[in-house]
């Protein structure tokens, strides 16, 4: 059964449940097929998935006399397996703030059809003892899931993009022309990567740095040799830089089981001391993002290499010392040996 057919089953089931009676003909110019072929779904839904399935000659279609069966078409899939694609729709529900939300739902309300009864009565009780702690969504969700909608649009099409986009880093806003290639989601923030006309090479825009948005008339083709994994492949998480470095990092035994148990980067390498810490070491682009990283570890993490991180997080360090200075001890009053 290829996926055309199980497209078509699910429908036509729900258009059975919905009271809808749809007969061969209704059905054919609906997926646009012959009736031959409908009729050869309608016999594997009777005869395979074993349908209580009926022909009413007064209302012209079809209809179920036992409004209890269940459509079971993805058998091959485990019970196990489709509970893994739920909970995958399930997490991506939680990303609020953007046009997939509703979209997600639906997917979700279609899977769980897929379902036995056995674990679909269970699946309320599923959800209630599994949650996701997701970082909030970066700027207005509102208008952050707008410049979604539209960007999602637009690199579905292939629609160039005009955007008056302000750059944080410059303190300053520009009308940009992009060609949207990707957009990813990074720490709480929603980021397009696409070829920016005024730089002439890829960037990385901050979906709730966009002021306003217009997809243009033009259309562009994709570059094929892009692939969003190898551009991003030295980063950290985000951000690009124009070198590489080699970051070691030492982590105190304390901490070790934490930072042992993830993989932090692909290009990670751990070598576990005689004394119980670990010593880390990455090859990236960019040492801004790494630093804040270095940086929640407080002092069990030691900086190795480069020179110039262990500067900067050495100036941060001087920086927070400054701004939480000691309270003063008190001063003993007068007459106090």
């Known amino acids: 059964m290829d996926r055309q057919q199980i497209h078509r089953l699910f429908e036509i089931d729900s258009m059975i449940r919905a009271g809808r009676y749809p007969s061969p003909r209704s059905l054919a110019e609906y997926f646009e097929v012959t009736e031959r072929t409908v009729h050869r779904d309608l016999?594997?839904?009777?005869?395979?998935?074993?349908?209580?399935?009926?022909?009413?000659?007064?209302?012209?279609?079809?209809?179920?006399?036992?409004?209890?069966?269940?459509?079971?078409?993805?058998?091959t899939f485990s019970e196990g397996e489709l509970l893994a694609l739920l909970m995958a729709v399930r997490l991506l529900r939680e990303f609020r703030g953007t046009s997939l939300e509703p979209m997600v739902q639906t997917a979700l309300d279609k899977?769980?059809?897929?379902?036995?009864?056995?674990?679909?009565?269970?699946?309320?009780?599923?959800?209630?003892?599994?949650?996701?702690?997701?970082e909030p969504l970066r700027g207005d969700e509102r208008k952050v899931g707008d410049v979604f909608a539209?960007?999602?649009?637009?690199?579905r099409a292939h629609r160039r993009v005009r955007?008056?986009?302000?750059?944080?880093?410059?303190?300053?806003?520009?009308?940009?022309?992009?060609?949207?290639?990707?957009?990813?989601?990074?720490?709480?923030?929603?980021?397009?990567?696409?070829?920016?006309h005024l730089r002439r090479d890829f960037r990385i825009f901050a979906l709730d740095r966009i002021q306003s948005l217009e997809i243009t008339d033009q259309t562009f083709e994709r570059d094929p040799s892009f692939a969003v994994d190898k551009y991003l492949a030295d980063t950290w998480r985000i951000e690009r830089g124009s070198g590489l470095y080699r970051v070691v990092l030492?982590?105190?035994?304390?901490?070790?089981?934490?930072?042992?148990?993830?993989?932090?980067?692909?290009?990670?390498?751990?070598?576990?001391?005689?004394?119980?810490?670990?010593?880390?070491?990455?090859?990236?682009?960019s040492l801004t993002e790494i630093q804040r990283w270095v940086l929640s570890f407080g002092g069990r993490c030691q900086v190795l290499q480069p020179a110039e991180l262990r500067?900067?997080?050495?100036?941060?360090?001087?920086?927070?010392?400054?701004?939480n200075p000691a309270a003063a001890a008190p001063q003993p009053s007068a007459g106090t040996p």
């Not at 980067?265 to 090859?283: K, R």
Request: glycine fraction near 4%.
């Open 150 to 155: 539209h960007l999602a649009s637009a690199v």
């Open 311 to 323: 500067e900067r997080v050495r100036e941060d360090a001087c920086r927070i010392l400054r701004q």
């Open 163 to 196: 955007m008056q986009y302000y750059a944080a880093s410059r303190r300053e806003s520009r009308v940009r022309v992009v060609d949207p290639y990707n957009i990813r989601f990074v720490d709480g923030t929603w980021y397009l990567i696409g070829y920016c």
């Open 250 to 285: 030492r982590f105190s035994q304390d901490v070790v089981p934490y930072v042992q148990g993830k993989r932090w980067h692909p290009s990670q390498q751990a070598e576990l001391q005689p004394d119980g810490s670990l010593i880390l070491s990455f090859q990236i682009s």
């Open 111 to 134: 899977l769980s059809r897929f379902l036995p009864d056995s674990v679909e009565i269970s699946l309320q009780e599923l959800f209630t003892g599994i949650s996701f702690a997701i």
């Open 43 to 75: 016999t594997y839904l009777r005869d395979v998935l074993h349908a209580p399935l009926e022909f009413d000659r007064l209302r012209g279609g079809y209809h179920y006399t036992d409004p209890s069966f269940r459509f079971t078409a993805v058998h």
